[in-house]
């Protein structure tokens, strides 16, 4: 597997965290053990190859990747670019790749046409007030039409790709895929229905 | 903002807007420092909830005279927050609109609860959530809200102050619960957020009961063109209820043409009303100036808790990310945040005397 673009990754990092916000315990120990996997590792590489750790573990990390060839397989202009400060971010940005002013948003689509979808859009690099968005199906997120459904949850990144000296502009649209409800999943949101239908009676 | 807590003579209504795109709520005080909390709102910087900010800078005590809490439906606009009132609030009640199948009813909104794992959820499902929870640990069961229901009752000097839910009407109250079964095969996937489409027959309508004085808050009530069993229809035409006319309404759905019932405004309301609304100040924004024309000739005042914004704005941020977002094309509208209060007040035990409104933040008269 081949990481594509930075903003994927920076996807596939967020989307991460955000499925466990909702468990500080869990969130705290994933990183510690991250980190803690990262220090190791870091011992092992100069400088020039600190992303290639970082990148190998945030992907292992997240189980997307078991290839033993990652290594050679990861280029190193498209490595992950965006690390929580918990993961020493002021050693990545001192390396040769890195992004700049990234901006980040989750959303999700309101209503659609054919030819263009409205999105309410919570900043999540600056979070306050909301937004709402407006964007071209086919010119913004080309590859993911048949996602694009009312209520659909994505992630729109724009930043500077800083590569080896190099400012290039990437803007991503990325829509949340998820894996179906597993049988797990389903029994445990009946389960909290039933207790909640048995201890409380509608007056 | 200072704010003074009314003597138990004085019953308030107080309406609280945010612009549109971060609720709004209705406060009552039905006398005898007795307060219902009517939906919720939020400050979208600090996530507070504004209707529990404005009870504890009046210094009410949150903690017993919040008798009853209310859900008119459970959108976004209406809803962020009012988990922490009703934390707060131990003493309080907790009512929303009634649905029949109460287990498929939860079967939906646990389905969507499990979502804020994955970082999908509503916000609604998980405030809603997180209020069923705690009426779970209090053992406190919700009181349902439909026709002619008394939600709360206290006797003040002779006088029954009462609240009454006028809605929702037995029909909508069954369309829903055929709704619930749609939704979740429309919605109940682990990546999408529900996204209400039908128009509002659910919400729930209140009839106030203030000593002498009468007043009515729509909620998100609106107008079947189809169905005259459902809406504000069913209010006019069926309600027990309402036994004199309302001398200040809070006009539903942000004063939306859909909210709009003619008979209401000519045999249900004062023809000396005073009227306040919430405006939706995105898009396609609410009040449209014709509607504004209506309610101000149908008023004898009416008041906005902020005034409507010409043009879009994009939300401010440093020179090199609004540059890239130029660049970029992408077509972005800040939701504003605009908070403002209408604050009614009235002498209950005096018949000849009058609402008496104050503006606060960015809330004006029209």
Known sequence: MKINTDVTCNWILEEDFTKMSENKEVKQSFLKNLDNEISEKVKEFENFNLQLAYGEFLTRGLGTISDNNLKKEIDLQNLPFYFPQQLNAKRISASLNHTQNTQRWIGYVVSKTDQKFKAKLEDISNPGTFEIGVFDIKDDAPDEQELIQVGAVFYLSVGYDVSRGTNVKQKLIRFQRLSEWTENDFNHVMDRADRIASNLQWE | MDFDKPTDAIAEITVIGTGGGYGESCVIHLGLQKWVVVDSCIDPISKNSLPLQYLEDMGVNIDSDVVLILCTHWHDDHILGISQILEKCSQSKFSFAKANDKTKFLRMVANDYEKSFKGTTNSSTKEFNKCLEILEDRKSNP???????????????????????????????????????????????????????????????????????????????????????????????????????SSFFKIPHHGSVNAYHEKLWDKILSERIKAGLTPFNIGSKLPTSEMIEIYKNKSEELYITSALGKNRRPKKRGKAINKMIQDFKIDLEEIPFQFGIIRARINMNEANSDWSIECFGTAVKL
């Open chain 2, 143 to 245: 009181i349902m809200s439909y026709p002619d229901r008394i939600l709360f009752s206290v006797n003040i000097n002779g006088f029954m102050n009462q609240v009454f839910s006028l809605s929702p009407s037995d029909t909508a109250i069954h369309n829903f619960d055929l709704e619930i079964s749609t939704i979740i095969t429309e919605f109940g996937k682990s990546n999408r957020r529900i996204v209400p489409l039908s128009p509002n027959f659910n919400s729930v309508a209140l009839f106030l009961k203030l000593g002498h004085h009468r007043a009515m808050l729509g909620g998100d009530l609106e107008v079947s063109t189809s169905d005259n069993t459902i809406g504000w229809d069913d209010v006019v035409n069926n309600s027990q209820s309402i036994d004199q006319r």
